[in-house]
């Protein structure tokens, strides 16, 4: 049986990770005036910097954590939680006016960013298919994803429409005090096609699918779960918020946080013990 590859190499950078992203968020949250942006673009930064010291450091930690022990459920976890430090620090990286912690945000970026990849190329399939985590409700998940991916297809392609046709800056934009989103570049180039390709999987009833729909659907909760906090710190802040997209983004949160938990709550299952961290 294949192990799983580059393993010590990629606990450490998503270890590194982990403990840079709590200190860098925490700054955020506690100290005065760290952001020098736009007061919209600070209440962004610091939601995702509460989404990243409340629930992606801690799934990250339990995901590495368990599979040290030989766990291919923490494996994927592991998988999903580094996808969102690296988005949401590729974003601090070209898009946050650089402050105190802008070495850590490139730091972070780096070292999520290449656990990820070392992670993705370790996988050892035969053992994630003798941990028996791949019950998700196929169709269902599979349909959730891609229907997610072409919602914000939609969503972002006529924002980005409008902008080439008015010649204008979008008016979400233009209050972070950016030209460019890269918020579109990121979901349109990385993410959107990554849900869209998990659910895909799915709905092929292909036999490895959920390597990729886990991992989508943990980044989707927490992601989401981050807009609902720059919605609720714009409220805090006196700004109008539509009910309609707190809607949305909520059922989407609901929805990708039930399947997870469908996929959690079953027996733990090992993988093979020399595919463990600390072997490869």
């Not at 972070?108 to 019950?135: E, K, M, N, P």
């Not at 989508?216 to 714009?234: K, P, Q, T």
Request: net charge positive.
């Amino acid at each position: 049986m294949t192990r799983f590859t580059h393993s010590r190499l990629a606990a450490a950078f998503a270890t590194a990770a982990l403990v840079l992203a709590a200190i860098a968020s925490t700054a955020g949250l506690l100290i005065p005036h760290l952001y020098r942006d736009t007061e919209s673009w600070v209440r962004q930064a610091q939601a995702s910097d509460i989404t990243t010291i409340a629930l992606a450091v801690p799934v990250l930690g339990i995901g590495l954590w368990r599979a040290r022990a030989g766990s291919a459920l923490g494996y994927l976890l592991t998988l999903g939680a580094l996808s969102f430090l690296a988005y949401g620090y590729a974003i601090f990286s070209f898009a946050v006016a650089t402050n105190p912690m802008t070495p850590l945000h490139y730091a972070i970026l780096g070292l999520s960013t290449w656990s990820l990849v070392l992670h993705i190329v370790g996988i050892d399939l035969d053992t994630i298919d003798a941990a028996g985590i791949g019950r998700v409700p196929r169709r269902t998940t599979g349909w959730f994803l891609v229907g997610v991916a072409s919602l914000f297809v939609v969503l972002w392609g006529g924002q980005i429409a409008t902008s080439i046709v008015t010649g204008k800056t979008a008016p979400e934009v233009a209050a972070l005090g950016l030209t460019a989103n890269p918020v579109w570049a990121l979901d349109l180039a990385f993410a959107l096609p990554f849900l869209a390709f998990a659910g895909n999987l799915l709905l092929r009833d292909r036999r490895h699918a959920i390597v990729a729909a886990l991992p989508a659907l943990v980044f989707s909760a927490v992601m989401g779960l981050s807009i609902l906090a720059i919605f609720g710190l714009d409220a805090l802040a006196g700004q109008r918020v539509d009910i309609v997209p707190v809607a949305l983004v909520g059922s989407i949160v609901t929805i990708a946080t039930i399947l997870v938990a469908i996929c959690v709550m079953q027996p733990p299952t090992t993988i093979a013990r020399e595919a463990r961290y600390g072997t490869g």
